[in-house]
């Protein structure tokens, strides 16, 4: 795998090329499909990974036993660093939403890869950072806004993240269903349904099997409360 690949992503993108080949002859690569778990919630931590391409839903399972999505994350990022929060064990599953392909290394080369290489501390824990942060505004958004707003910032969050125009609009980029959007707001699969029909009447989306396209985002925006 050539160097340029990883170059450009946050982690890596103060490397020198001989440093990121370095990176690279310790990775393995695996291409997996639609569905697949990567890694599932309490396994022991052996591995991170970054994903080069396709998206990885985070599910976690709910004292009553239910699994539920609580994010998606998008090419170019990495997932699985439970050494960045002190963990032993992986705090929730990841699973392919779409065909993805990745790289893994060791987890016993983690803290060699924070002290010898510039950036990737700061970048990976950024994105830790990030990622609590967006949890912190879900859980703001279920304590504070009506369902209508907070399916529209879920939906308009997936676009910001992995959208794809297309001639109807903005397609979320992978296979997506309704009950994950109900998982994702904190609310039933049938107001979700409810609502996504209503829209698609009204041209703000369109929702068929496993695929969202917003076809106008500005009006979803504006539902939202932004």
Not at 47 to 63: C, E, H, Y
Not at 109 to 120: Q, R, V
Not at 147 to 158: N, T
Not at 194 to 203: I, P, T, Y
Request: glycine share 6%.
């Amino acid at each position: 795998m050539d160097e340029s690949l990883l170059a450009p992503l946050p982690p890596f993108s103060l490397l020198k090329r001989e440093q990121i080949r370095a990176i690279l002859d310790h990775a393995v690569s695996r291409r997996a499909d639609v569905g697949i778990t990567v890694f599932n919630e309490g396994d022991a931590a052996e591995r991170f990974f970054l994903l080069l391409d396709g998206t990885i839903r985070v599910a976690k399972v709910t004292p009553d036993g239910e699994q539920v999505t609580s994010l998606h994350i998008p090419a170019g990022q990495l997932f699985g660093i439970a050494p960045a929060l002190g963990r032993d064990a992986y705090p929730a599953s990841a699973i392919s939403a779409s065909e993805v392909l990745f790289l893994s290394w060791p987890v016993s080369l983690w803290h060699s890869f924070i002290a010898d290489y510039p950036g990737f501390a700061t970048e990976t824990y950024k994105t830790v950072g990030e990622r609590v942060a967006e949890m912190n505004t879900r859980i703001m958004e279920m304590s504070t806004q009506h369902v209508e707003q907070r399916i529209a910032r879920a939906l308009l969050r997936l676009v910001k993240q992995s959208g794809k125009r297309t001639d109807e609009g903005i397609e979320i980029s992978f296979p997506i269903t309704r009950q994950d959007v109900s998982e994702m707001t904190g609310t039933t699969l049938h107001t979700v349904s409810r609502l996504l029909s209503a829209w698609e009447k009204d041209g703000l989306v369109s929702s068929k099997r496993k695929k969202i396209v917003v076809c106008d985002a500005h009006r979803l925006v504006v539902l939202g409360g932004a």
